[in-house]
């Protein structure tokens, strides 16, 4: 098993930031893949970027430039910087821990956190 515990997301303006944070604990061993998902109302779940526990990264081309992602591993921490946001930004942003290896992968999810992106 895997917990993991959110932090971060509010209420900000048009072209302000955010940084998220999701710390991971329990079964934590092979090879990962750590970050964040989000949803808006009325549609799907979506990456928005994930990190491996070996450096790889992988970006939602609608964040690209905008967004940074990085983790600490010795913490099993991962963060998200989240800048020049855009209204269409507004969504629940979910932490993902995805075991990779050994298999069968597997998906935790974090509860969720609100970003309001709004004037």
């Known amino acids: 098993q895997v917990q993991l515990v959110e932090s971060g997301g509010g209420l900000v303006q048009p072209g302000g930031s955010l940084r998220l944070s999701c710390a991971a604990s329990?079964?934590?061993?092979?090879?990962?893949?750590m970050g964040w998902y989000r949803q808006a109302p009325g549609k799907q779940r979506e990456l928005v970027a994930t990190?491996?526990?070996?450096?790889?990264?992988n970006y939602a081309n609608s964040v690209k430039g905008r967004f940074t992602i990085s983790r600490d591993n010795a913490d099993n921490t991962v963060y998200l910087q989240m800048n020049s946001l855009k209204p269409e930004d507004t969504a629940v942003y979910y932490c993902?821990?995805?075991?990779?290896?050994?298999?069968?992968?597997?998906?935790?999810w974090g509860q969720g956190t609100q970003v309001t992106v709004s004037s």
């Open positions: 993902n821990f995805r075991r990779l290896l050994p298999l069968p992968t597997y998906d935790y």
């Open positions: 329990g079964s934590i061993f092979g090879v990962n893949d």
């Open positions: 990190m491996t526990n070996g450096g790889s990264t």
